[in-house]
């Protein structure tokens, strides 16, 4: 029987069930204590669940993992999460949308204090607002005024192009303004 003995092991001279090398779980976990809380809160205003948006951030940061385990680390490590936090939003609100249409209905529990402070008086006509918008024109707002990204940061980050990125945010900036406009 063929043995694997000969090919080398993604952990160096360390056993394959000893886990991730030291330098990948510090580098991990500098990037989550850098990166993780301000993902989080830009998934709660794409889903408007905080709940969801912390499993999305989770399974980013895991992808994350297997993907430098498996290749290395990416160029940009932020931008891997930024991308997939927003691709993991998609898919998220495409399953609610899908559970919805089968008559399976979602409550959003609202308890923690950051879901809070983001509906207190003040924010919760702009949630309310953005929630009106395109998931587009929600994704482009968020990232440029949350994670204050430039057009061409945003444009890698959901695969659109920078022309695309600023007419996006012009319309979404005139919407919202409209939609404020009409609240008070």
Known sequence: MPTTDHLPSPYGDRPANAGPPPVLTEQLTLLFR?????LVRVAVLL????????EVVQDAFMGLHRRW???GPPDSPPAYL???VVNGCRSALRRRK??????IEHRIHETSAEAVVLLQEEHAAVFTAMRDLSRRQREVLVLRFYLDLG????AITL????STVSSTISRALAALGARLEGVQ
Do not use: K, M, N, Y
């Open 159 to 162: 695969g659109v192009s920078r």
């Open 82 to 84: 930024r991308t997939s």
């Open 34 to 38: 850098a990166h993780a809380g301000p």
């Open 69 to 71: 385990q498996r290749q």
């Open 47 to 54: 889903t408007g669940d905080e709940g969801l948006a912390e």
């Open 98 to 103: 899908l559970a919805s249409l089968a008559g």
């Open 151 to 154: 057009d061409p940061e945003i």
